[in-house]
């Protein structure tokens, strides 16, 4: 099969397209032919060594994927061969002609696979985070970084629990907010301020995406640490008592199969910002790390 990897930590230019052995699956696991993959800012930062989940060079690449069942390892009994899924590719693979999943869900009728692939990692992680913060009904929710994918999944999510949310985008991104049921303020110098004309006691809790120095604001609007998760600052979490919350929980996972009804009650919505092929991964990823997208990026494989 033809896969994205590559043999040495640095920019785009060192991945390369080459022919790996078909994998076959194990027990738990299914095997997809794969027509889409998602691209995230994990997928980057693991190519230019600034993450480390254990694996050694050459490293394969991509997490978010969506395609056909052709394959089911021992014990599945969820899906069946010639069912459309979409889920995270076991060890990071994703972004290649055929993937492993252990974490899947069959794709909502109203997606295709191309939005389908934009969604399993976002997905994941604004559940888990959300679910960290206990976001209910009620909750007034900051998010710092709301107009990516993770962003505009909690958004999204959050609203769809009843919350009320506050996000931080670009001044160009204002709109776009807004449009997924948050009350936009912008990035930068006046952005507490900002909060504060909104919610002039705060928040109760806040959402760190972005990842830009402002934890200590965050603390203050969120009323103390603990009302505070952050997605992309470790050293700032360690330094301010912030959870850094990281990694794949099994729980979280069931978000996969019940976006299907958020889906189908207008309540949710991912834009896809660009399609490339596999071929163009390389533009791909300069294009996420540029981090201008609005929504996600995703490889159309075939």
Do not use: C
Not at 6 to 16: D, N, R, T
Not at 30 to 38: L, N, T
Request: hydrophobic letters at 45%; zero cysteines.
């Amino acid at each position: 099969m033809k896969a994205a990897r590559f043999s040495a930590f640095g920019g785009p230019e060192v991945l390369e397209i080459v022919d790996l052995p078909d994998p076959h699956p194990g027990p738990g696991q299914v095997r997809i032919v794969v027509h889409a993959a998602g691209i995230s800012a994990t997928d980057w930062k693991l190519r230019k060594g600034l993450l480390s989940f254990g694996a050694e060079l050459p490293q394969t690449t991509g997490r978010d994927v969506a395609g056909v069942v052709d394959e089911v390892g021992e014990g599945v009994t969820d899906v069946a061969v010639g069912d459309r899924v979409f889920g995270v590719s076991d060890d990071g693979a994703g972004a290649a002609e055929l993937a492993l999943l252990t974490y899947r869900a069959i794709i909502p009728p109203s997606l295709g696979f191309i939005d389908a692939a934009a969604l399993p990692v976002a997905l994941e992680t604004a559940t888990r985070s959300l679910d960290q913060l206990k976001v209910t009904a009620g909750s007034t929710l900051f998010i710092n970084g709301a107009s990516g994918g993770i962003g505009s999944t909690a958004v999204q999510l959050a609203v769809a629990r009843g919350a009320r949310v506050i996000g931080s985008a670009s001044a160009a991104n204002q709109s776009h907010l807004g449009l997924l049921g948050a009350e936009p303020v912008t990035y930068g110098e006046g952005m507490v301020e900002q909060v504060r004309a909104l919610a002039p006691g705060g928040v109760d809790v806040a959402l760190d995406v972005a990842g830009s120095g402002v934890l200590p604001q965050l603390v203050e609007l969120a009323g103390g640490a603990q009302n505070v998760v952050t997605l992309a600052d470790f050293v700032g979490s360690k330094e301010h008592g912030v959870l850094f919350s990281n990694g794949f929980l099994g729980h979280a996972f069931h978000a996969l199969a019940e976006v299907g009804e958020v889906i189908a009650a207008g309540r949710f919505w991912l834009p896809v910002d660009r399609t490339f092929p596999l071929a163009e991964i390389a533009e791909a990823h300069r294009t996420s790390e540029q981090g201008r997208v609005r929504g996600r990026l995703v490889l159309v494989v075939r």
